[in-house]
């Protein structure tokens, strides 16, 4: 009985969120259509306070996406604030996105050039171009020893990230993690986390024999040789789509040299899912081109959040003050941990932990490409969405995993590029810059070593078994591993230190982190499946146990 109760209880809340869902989308394209940057379903909304929410949520990325939903889902008007615009206003081109070979101003935040993490090509400055300065969908943010890539708009960095969704290994979990119990997140958390973000594999038979995948099964068959396991990796790319695409009945994206300057079609961001949920419960209102720059409490122990908004040139056209009850902290490792440091350093939120700050790293990234012989071809034809890693992290001295990545340049390159996740025990830690008004992370080059010694006791095992080099001619110098960039921030506001271990802020109750800077430094496979689980933890306990929006 219970059963049969409990799966029409499902079935019923299913299609409750599609329905959810579809309003969801229609706000937001409703919203593109007409240029807005206040997006909401119910005009009841309007007619409430704009200045108070019971709760307010910083950023959309993958944390800040599940604490939207959730909360509207438990009927708490709430509020999000996006420093980013929405990305579904087809540019004069009739595109959303620009392509990663032709990019424009669309590509990246308030830059004059492009800076694509692969600057050269034959040494040649070949890849990166001028632009005008625009609220474009890809960062890079520069600290002095780091560069650290995030994605800007509506969906965070799932605009402009490879879609690449997997599940840490439950023992590297543990290690990271061990405050966080492994059975409720391997049994509930990460499945739902990978059904709401829509994650599927690619079909091995097409895989392999598609040549826009010819580049992964060379690098497969290579670090074969080396005795070396690779394993498919899950994504949030719709393969369906995928397989479309290369049949000629849909239109390219992933086969359109389309990725880190967004997808225009096949990606399920998260605008296409847990933010087109939240909106479709008519409880959620987001604000686009608006950033949190301050906060502090009332005396009534509300939070008041001092929002800037721009236009597309950046210009400041208001500065609001938001209050609300509950406040949830979602803009990412750099944006929360900024938000947080400043607020101590300034003294608006004195009791913050001193942990605030610490605990950073860049899951041990390092970028290398090889060079091979002209024998094997990587393909001119190469999908941007990467299915396929080599997967040596049981090697207990040298762990690593590493992607097989794309360089859909078009035509023909011989190269295999890989990103590579290291087990890299170094951290750095934020400092509040009063002048600057902005948190720096004190990262050294040095710190990277430990990547680059793993990435290269791999790699030259691979080179070794088939004869090949690496390529010395992609990151704009001569080095054949790239160290000084990352994808993947994690920390600045670690679990358990700066918070409780659900995300709960030391030292000022209702307020909460939700993302990446609640990881340690490393999760040792790309990071948001973590970041959504862990998430839809916090937000569980949150609502079955805080008075949330009750101020
Ligand atoms: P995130 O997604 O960064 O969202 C933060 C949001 O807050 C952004 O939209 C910001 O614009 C916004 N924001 C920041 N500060 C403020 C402020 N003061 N006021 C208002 N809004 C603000 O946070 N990970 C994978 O698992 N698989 C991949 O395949 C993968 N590929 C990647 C490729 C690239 C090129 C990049 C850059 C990243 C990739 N990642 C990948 C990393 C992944 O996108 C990242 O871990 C998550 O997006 C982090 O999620 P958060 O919720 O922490």
Redesign the pocket.
């Known amino acids: 009985m219970a059963r049969s109760g409990d799966s029409a209880h499902h079935a019923a809340m299913t299609a409750d969120l599609t329905r959810r869902h579809i309003l969801g989308l229609a706000a937001l394209q409703s919203a593109a259509a007409l240029g807005l940057t206040r997006i909401g379903l119910t005009p009841a909304a309007a007619a409430q306070r704009a200045d108070h929410f019971p709760a307010v949520v910083?950023?959309?990325?993958?944390?800040?996406?599940v604490a939207a939903l959730r909360l509207g889902e438990a009927g708490i008007r709430t509020l999000v604030?996006?420093?980013?615009r929405l990305w579904d206003t087809p540019g004069p081109d009739g595109r959303v996105h620009c392509s990663m070979t032709a990019p424009d101003q669309r590509s990246m935040w308030f830059k004059t050039r492009t800076e694509a993490?692969l600057s050269t090509f034959l040494w040649l400055d070949v890849i990166n171009k001028d632009i005008t300065p625009y609220p474009g969908v890809?960062?890079r943010v520069r600290f002095p020893g780091m560069s650290v890539?995030?994605?800007?708009?509506?969906?965070?960095?799932?605009l402009?990230?490879?879609?690449?969704?997997?599940t840490p290994s439950r023992s590297y979990f543990q290690q990271m993690l061990p405050q966080v119990a492994a059975d409720p997140m391997y049994d509930t958390y990460f499945p739902l986390a990978n059904r709401m973000l829509g994650a599927n594999t690619v079909p091995s038979a097409w895989f392999e024999a598609t040549e826009w995948y010819t580049y992964a099964r060379v690098a497969r068959d290579q670090a074969a040789r080396a005795g070396l396991k690779t394993v498919f990796m899950p994504?949030v790319y719709d393969f369906d789509y995928m397989r479309r695409e290369a049949d000629g009945t849909a239109t390219k994206s992933a086969l359109a040299q389309e990725?880190?300057y967004g997808n225009n079609f096949g990606k399920r961001s998260l605008d296409k899912t847990y933010l087109a949920a939240a909106l479709g419960t008519g409880q959620v209102t987001l604000h686009t081109l608006?950033?949190?720059?301050a906060l502090r409490r009332a005396p009534d122990g509300s939070y008041v959040l001092t929002?800037e908004r721009v236009d597309t040139t950046g210009t400041v056209v208001s500065t609001d003050e938001i209050t609300c009850g509950s406040l949830f902290l979602?803009?990412?490792?750099?944006?929360?941990t900024?938000?947080l440091l400043r607020a101590r350093e300034t003294g608006a939120l004195p009791e913050l932990s001193e942990e605030v700050g610490r605990g950073w790293g860049g899951n041990g990234n390092v970028m290398l490409g090889r060079a091979n012989h002209v024998w094997h071809p990587t393909g001119a034809r190469q999908s941007t969405i990467?299915v396929m890693a080599i997967d040596d992290w049981s090697n207990t001295a040298n762990p690593v995993f590493a992607?097989i990545a794309p360089l859909p340049a078009g035509l023909e390159t011989w190269v295999s590029l890989y990103l590579a996740i290291t087990r890299n025990p170094e951290r750095a830690t934020f400092t509040y810059d009063a002048a600057k008004d902005a948190a720096v992370l004190d990262w050294t080059r040095a710190q990277s070593a430990p990547s680059v010694a793993a990435a290269k006791a791999l790699f030259d095992r691979v080179n070794y078994a088939n004869a090949t080099i690496y390529r010395y001619d992609l990151f704009g110098d001569t080095r054949a591993i790239a160290d000084d960039f990352c994808?993947?921030?994690?920390g600045g506001c670690v679990l358990g230190r700066a918070t409780d271990p659900y995300g709960r802020v030391t030292g000022y109750d209702g307020l909460y982190v939700?993302?990446?800077?609640l990881i340690p430094g490393s999760i040792g496979?790309?990071?948001?499946?973590t970041?959504t689980a862990l998430?839809e933890r916090t937000m569980a306990r949150v609502l079955a146990e805080d008075r949330v929006g009750a101020r």
């Open positions: 910083v950023g959309s990325g993958y944390g800040a996406a604030v996006e420093m980013g993490p890809l960062d890539y995030v994605g800007r708009g509506v969906g965070g960095g799932s402009v990230n490879g879609g690449i969704a997997v994504n990725v880190i608006s950033r949190a720059r929002v979602g803009a990412g490792s750099l944006g929360t900024e938000l990467p992607e994808y993947h921030p994690l939700t993302d990446g800077s496979v790309n990071p948001f499946v970041i998430a």
